[in-house]
Structures are given as structure tokens and as C-alpha cells.
């Protein structure tokens, strides 16, 4: 589960960045990719709580509507997501709003 701690880096070229959910918060709760980059969401299994991925602020092209929320995560659950515009989104856990997550997007 040290995933996360290395992978919260600033390497450029990723192309799929990892977000753990535990300890009722999103780890790391900033996320710097480029277009085109998935982030995968994963809840450990050790942790107890149901959450889900919402959408609280989209790039004004994206829409809400169209980047709207996961379904309900178990413990190990993953959710990915593939970021097609650049642009600053934000998301939390409708269940727990102290998650938060700022995902910037960056043009290649
Ligand atoms: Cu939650």
C-alpha cells in the first residue's frame, strides 16, 4: 500500500495515476496529469467505508453531467478514469465531503 507514496511524484510522462482512498481521506489529494491519462481510485481492503468519486467542478467544455460520479466503492474496489479535456477538476465523496481531490489536467 506504498503504492501511492511513489507514485505521488511528479513524473511527467505518467499515464495512469494512482489515488488511494483510506483513512477517510484521497491519497494524494492532488493529482497533476496530462490529457489522456486514466486515474485509478483504489480502496484497500483493510479499510471499512463505502465511498464514491463526485464531481464537484469540471472544466466548463467537460460538463458535470458527463463527469459526474462513480458508483458506490467497496473495500477493494478500484475505479479509473480516463481524463479527456485539460482543465482543473475537483471531486469528493458524497458520503464523507472531507474527501477531497484536485485533479489538473495539462495539454501534452
Ligand atoms: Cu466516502
Known amino acids: 500500500m506504498l503504492l501511492v507514496a511513489l507514485g505521488a511524484g511528479t513524473a511527467a510522462s505518467a499515464a495512469n495515476k494512482r489515488v488511494l482512498v483510506l483513512d477517510n481521506r484521497f491519497a494524494p489529494a492532488r493529482v497533476a496529469i496530462a490529457r489522456g491519462d486514466v486515474v ?39 475505479f479509473r478514469r480516463k481524463f479527456k479535456r485539460p482543465g482543473k477538476y475537483r471531486f469528493y465523496c458524497s458520503l464523507h465531503p472531507n474527501l477531497r481531490l484536485a485533479v489538473n489536467v495539462r495539454r501534452r
Open 40 to 78: 485509478t481510485w483504489l480502496l484497500p481492503r483493510r479499510d471499512r467505508l463505502t465511498h464514491n468519486v463526485t464531481a464537484t467542478k469540471t472544466p466548463r467544455r467537460v460538463g458535470r453531467r458527463a463527469f459526474t460520479s462513480s458508483r458506490f466503492l467497496s473495500p477493494g474496489d478500484k
